[in-house]
């Protein structure tokens, strides 16, 4: 085993770096940890549904995506989108694919006609299955629409 080396006035020169390489280890394992719990896409209040079917391809990384928000501005994945925007790039990311489904989130409280009209954007791209995508009723709640 080697001594450390000691100056004249008896420290030692030699720079311990474990604490450091400790740290750095933990704030990778916290990163490696909150990472994956991101949430995927954009954040809405979705409609509520007492018997919904499990999409679980909607939650894979390369599916297609759309959200409508409550103020009706349309999502790709993470990024805000145009009309003309929406239905090109699905247009593009679906031609590519033997699966051609696109799952859509909508806001609860969002317009009816909005959601309607990025539907109609949606199938004017090429997609050929649409999947609405739901949260399932808590049976304790009273299931009461909320209108604004």
Not at 102 to 113: E, G, I, N, T, W
Request: hydrophobic share 40%.
């Amino acid at each position: 085993m080697a001594k450390k080396k000691k100056a004249p006035d008896g420290s030692i020169n030699e720079i311990n770096v474990t604490p450091m390489v400790d740290v750095m280890l933990v704030l990778l394992i916290i990163f490696m940890v909150i990472t994956p719990m991101l949430s995927k896409g954009v954040s809405v209040d979705m409609v509520r549904t007492r018997n919904p079917i499990a999409m679980d391809e909607a939650d894979k990384e390369d599916s297609v995506l759309v959200a409508v928000t409550r103020d009706g501005q349309a999502f790709l994945g993470t990024r805000k989108v145009s009309n003309e925007e929406l239905q090109s790039q699905v247009s593009d990311q679906v031609s590519s694919r033997i699966d051609k489904t696109v799952y859509l989130k909508c806001d609860a409280r969002s317009k009816y006609d909005r959601v309607v009209e990025v539907v109609n954007l949606i199938r004017a791209s090429g997609c050929d299955q649409l999947g609405l995508l739901t949260e399932k009723e808590d049976p304790n709640s009273a299931g009461v629409p909320v209108i604004n």
